[in-house]
């Protein structure tokens, strides 16, 4: 977007330009038809239409003026004037008749009296608009014998202010070229600038983008996970086991509630510091139970949730078993203990409610029986 929006204003005043450089062409065939003496050219005109040669010292006279004002304008390169009889152009004075100033400037001379012919494919009414005593320049560059070149032409008045021929001025193409080159440089240095700026601003975008990324997931990832253990929050377990829930009947999925026996007494005896202590104690044990896949979350204040995907009552009872091996066996402020309620359905079987449901219970049974060990649902 950048690139267009900086590079079509240059590719439109394109034209534009061309139209300036028309315009200067115009000016400069005015300016040297204005020095041109017309009387004087009215007789060269009339001795070229009768096939008389031409008088030297009056050519040299009549040029003279054309010769100073093309010595001061390199960029143009051919000056010359022109006659007209019954709508045939001719050539009457060109600069280039100099010998010394065309060598200097490489030019070719039209001879005196030569007929000027124009290409079919540049037709127009020029004659007509000089006639009518108005300056004419080509719309666009033309191609001759003499290369590429955009002409421009003023009618000379005499000292009665008729028409008495025009003057013609060449610009090369390469004077164009030229002028065009430095819009051209500036083109460049616009297109590749909006590159670096788009590029940075797309750096600094993505980068904006990446910060609020990274913190819109921090504060997802706070929102699922507890801030004490690390594990999920209620939240994000149920999330979690949402999309790890499989529909097939043939897959049985296991949860196990855990419980901290008497939490409350090591909190009231050893003060809620030691029981955050053993609430993590209880994380990492956890952690170093499961199986790969399995999900485990802390519901709130000492009770755990764990969810075994793909999991039967044995692989249950297996993971219970390492659980209170590794509680049994924990270094910490204060020996602790746990009791854990099992429960196991299949997909076909109900929900992951009825499953929470039933590990409830069997939590309460895990409890009721003595605690520090586990309990299976029963209907």
Not at 58 to 85: C, D, I, K, Q, T
Not at 268 to 282: F, Q, R, S, W
Not at 303 to 323: H, S, T, Y
Request: glycine share 8%; charged share 25%; proline share 3%.
């Amino acid at each position: 977007m950048l690139v267009t929006v900086v590079l079509m204003p240059q590719l439109l005043s394109r034209d534009a330009r061309l139209q300036v450089l028309r315009a200067h062409v115009a000016e400069v065939a005015r300016i040297a038809a204005g020095s041109v003496d017309g009387d004087l050219h009215r007789q060269l005109v009339e001795a070229a239409a009768d096939g008389k040669p031409a008088d030297e010292a009056l050519l040299r006279e009549a040029r003279a003026p054309l010769l100073r004002l093309h010595r001061n304008w390199p960029e143009a390169n051919y000056l010359y004037s022109m006659g007209v009889r019954d709508r045939t152009p001719f050539f009457v004075l060109d600069t280039a008749q100099d010998a010394e100033f065309a060598a200097t400037r490489n030019l070719k001379p039209s001879a005196f009296g030569e007929v000027f012919k124009l290409r079919p494919e540049y037709a127009s009414d020029w004659l007509d608009q000089l006639a009518a005593g108005r300056s004419y320049v080509n719309n666009y560059f033309q191609h001759d014998d003499y290369g590429y070149f955009l002409s421009g032409h003023a009618p000379i008045r005499d000292s009665t202010g008729a028409i008495s021929g025009f003057i013609g001025v060449d610009f090369d193409l390469d004077y164009y070229v030229n002028e065009e080159q430095r819009f051209h440089r500036i083109e460049i240095t616009s297109v590749v600038f909006a590159l670096l700026l788009s590029m940075l601003l797309g750096y600094g975008y993505s980068r904006y983008r990446l910060a609020q990324q990274v913190q819109m997931q921090m504060h997802y990832e706070s929102a699922r996970r507890d801030s004490l253990t690390g594990l999920l929050n209620r939240r994000g377990a149920l999330s979690a086991i949402e999309a790890g829930w499989s529909d097939a009947s043939v897959h049985s999925h296991a949860a196990l509630l855990v419980d901290i026996d008497n939490f409350k007494s090591i909190n009231d005896t050893h003060g809620h510091a030691t029981g955050d202590e053993v609430v993590c104690n209880l994380a990492t044990a956890l952690r170093g139970c499961l199986r790969p896949g399995d999900i485990t979350a802390r519901l709130g204040g000492d009770e755990f949730l764990v969810f075994a995907r793909d999991c039967d009552r044995e692989g249950a009872e297996k993971i219970a078993r390492r659980l209170l091996d590794t509680v049994r066996q924990s270094a910490g402020p204060v020996a602790f203990r746990v009791s854990v309620g099992i429960s196991a359905v299949t997909a076909a079987q109900g929900s992951f409610d009825m499953l929470y449901r039933q590990a409830d219970t069997a939590l309460y049974r895990a409890k009721a029986a003595g605690r520090d060990g586990y309990a299976f649902y029963a209907a």
